[in-house]
C-alpha cells in the first residue's frame, strides 16, 4: 500500500496492511546515524521504508527585521520575523534561550497584526509546490499543510509565556485577537493554495498545552478563549474534506473531551513521560479519535527497554486501525542506528495486520 492509501484507512478506523510509521529524528541524530552506516544521501524513510509525509509551509510572520546583535564561537544572537531575540547555541540540537519579546501589549500587537495582515503572495511557497507536487501525488505521499495558530506558537515565538498566560485572565480579548489573526492568516493563505488546485490531505498544528502532569491553564480558560479557534479550524479542514490532526505536548488527558466534540480526528505526541496514557485513550475514545505517538522517547536509547515498549503497547493501539507510530515527540542524538533498526523491524511486525 502507499502512504496515503494506509492514512486514509487509518484515519478511517480501519485495518491496513501496517500501521503508518512516522518520526522526527533530531539533526544530530540522522548524523549519527550518517557515521554509523547510513548512506550518507539517503533520506533515512526511504532507507528505513516507512511512510513518506510532506508538509506545506506558509510565512505568516509579522516579517519584523531578523538581524545578528552578536555572534560568538558558541552562539549567535539575533531578532526574529516574530520580533523575539534568540540566542541560538551552534551546538547540535541545542535549545535556544528566548531573550526579548517585542509584542508584549496590545499597542505593540496592533503594528505586528497589520504587519500579519499584509498577505504578500510570496508568504507561500509556490516554486516549491510547482516542483514537487505532482511528484508527492504520483507516490501516493501523504499531504499535511502546516497550520501555525493557538495558544503555544503566540506565547513561545510572538509575546512570551507569562505575558500571555497573564493576559489570559486580565486581557482576554487581546489573546482571542491574536489567536484568531493567526488562524486568519493561515486560513486566507491555504485557501489561496487550495485555490489553485493543489490538495492536501490534513491540516496539522502544533498547540502544546501541557507540561508534565498537568495543563498550563484550565479547561474553563480553553473553552472561553481556545477552543473556539480549534473548533474554527477543524470546520474549515472538514469543509474541505480533509482531517484535523493536533499535536499537544505535555499532559492533557483532561481535556480530550473537549477536543473530540469539536471534532480533533487525530492527537499527537501522547508524552507518555509527561503522564499520558495512550491505553487508555484507546479503549476510552479510538473509535473517534486517532491516537499518533505514545512511545516514551526516554527509552529508545535502550534496545531492550524500547523493544518491549513496542511490544506491548502497539498491538494494543493498532486495534481496529486508527493509530500512528512515532516516539512520543521526537528522536534524540541517543539514539544509535542500531537501535533504530532494531526498533523498525519491531513496529514492522507488530504493527502488521
Known amino acids: 500500500m502507499t502512504t496515503y492509501e494506509r492514512f486514509k484507512r487509518m484515519y478511517g478506523h480501519k485495518e491496513a496492511d501496517r500501521i503508518p510509521i512516522i518520526d522526527g529524528p533530531w539533526e544530530g541524530t540522522i548524523r549519527r546515524w550518517h557515521n554509523e552506516g547510513l548512506p550518507k544521501n539517503a533520506d533515512w524513510r526511504e532507507y528505513f521504508d516507512i511512510d513518506l509525509v510532506e508538509g506545506i509551509g506558509v510565512d505568516i510572520s509579522p516579517r519584523y527585521e531578523v538581524k545578528i546583535l552578536e555572534e560568538t564561537d558558541r552562539y549567535v544572537i539575533s531578532t526574529t520575523p516574530w520580533g523575539v531575540t534568540l540566542k541560538n547555541f551552534k551546538e547540535l540540537d541545542s535549545t535556544p534561550e528566548f531573550i526579548d519579546y ?56 510572538m509575546a512570551g509565556t507569562e505575558t500571555v498566560l497573564i ?32 490538495r492536501f490531505d490534513e491540516i496539522y498544528w502544533p498547540d502544546d498545552m501541557g507540561y508534565k502532569g498537568t495543563t498550563f491553564f484550565s ?31 505535555g499532559n492533557v488527558m483532561s481535556r480530550i473531551d473537549d477536543l473530540v466534540e469539536i471534532g480533533i480526528d487525530c ?13 487508555a485513550l484507546k479503549k476510552q475514545y479510538g473509535d ?56 523498525m523491524q519491531t513496529v514492522k511486525e507488530c504493527g502488521r495486520y
Open 288 to 343: 473517534r479519535l486517532a491516537l499518533h505517538g505514545g512511545i516514551n522517547a526516554v527509552l529508545w536509547d535502550d534496545k531492550d527497554a524500547i523493544v518491549s515498549a513496542i511490544r506491548e503497547t502497539v498491538p494494543i493501539l493498532k486495534e481496529n486501525g486508527g493509530y500512528i507510530f512515532s516516539s512520543d515527540h521526537s528522536i534524540p542524538n541517543s539514539v544509535s542506528f542500531e537501535n533504530m533498526k532494531a526498533i
Open 102 to 157: 517585542k509584542v508584549t501589549d496590545p499597542s505593540v500587537w496592533a503594528d505586528a497584526k497589520s504587519r500579519m495582515l499584509r498577505l504578500e503572495d510570496d508568504r507561500i511557497p509556490w516554486q516549491y509546490l510547482k516542483e514537487n507536487y505532482d511528484k508527492w501525488r504520483a507516490e501516493g505521499r501523504w499531504l499535511t499543510a502546516n497550520f501555525w495558530f493557538g495558544f503555544d506558537v503566540t506565547h513561545s515565538w
Open 219 to 249: 479547561n474553563e480558560f480553553y473553552r472561553e478563549l481556545l477552543k473556539p479557534s480549534h473548533k474554527r479550524a477543524v470546520d474549515w479542514a472538514h469543509d474541505h474534506g480533509v482531517y484535523a490532526h493536533l499535536h499537544s505536548c
Open 167 to 198: 493576559a489570559m485572565y486580565e486581557d482576554p480579548d487581546w489573546v482571542r485577537d491574536m489567536f484568531d489573526t493567526y488562524l486568519d492568516c493561515c486560513i486566507a493563505l491555504f485557501d489561496r493554495i487550495w485555490d489553485a488546485g493543489y
Open 267 to 279: 492527537l499527537n505526541p501522547l508524552e507518555v513521560k509527561a503522564g499520558m496514557d495512550p491505553v
